[in-house]
């Protein structure tokens, strides 16, 4: 059975960082293609990055590009979303998912969220 647990999300200050981190369970991190997407209050899904099961080539949103990246761990089974430089709109729930390919618009399964709120 597929899980994700997401963990690691918390309020920050403008400017600061955060590591998100994503326990799966059911699969191996290292043959699927993950990725982190956010959903802000009122708003739609939002893909935010993505590391390819093959080759591990990585993806980002333009509005996180430079700030956030996406890692994953073999020995852990986690996928980890390193964010700096955060900004008030980043605020959002962030969701770790599986897809088909990063270049795909539709998520598989996902976790149940970890909320990430940016103010001063």
């Known amino acids: 059975q597929v899980q994700l647990v997401e963990s690691g999300g918390g309020l920050v200050q403008p400017g600061g960082s955060l590591r998100l981190s994503c326990v799966a369970s059911?699969?191996?991190?290292?043959?699927?293609?993950m990725s982190w997407f956010r959903q802000a209050p009122g708003k739609g899904r939002e893909g935010v990055a993505c590391?390819?099961?093959?080759?591990?080539?990585?993806y980002y949103a333009d509005s996180v590009k430079g700030r956030f990246t996406i890692s994953r761990d073999s020995a852990k089974n986690t996928v980890y979303l390193q964010m700096n430089s955060l900004k008030p709109e980043d605020t959002a729930v962030y969701y770790c998912?599986?897809?088909?390919?990063?270049?795909?618009?539709?998520?598989?399964?996902w976790g149940q969220g970890s909320q990430v709120t940016v103010s001063s």
């Open positions: 590391i390819s099961s093959s080759g591990g080539s990585t």
């Open positions: 998912a599986t897809k088909t390919a990063c270049v795909s618009s539709r998520f598989g399964s």
């Open positions: 059911g699969f191996t991190v290292d043959y699927v293609t």
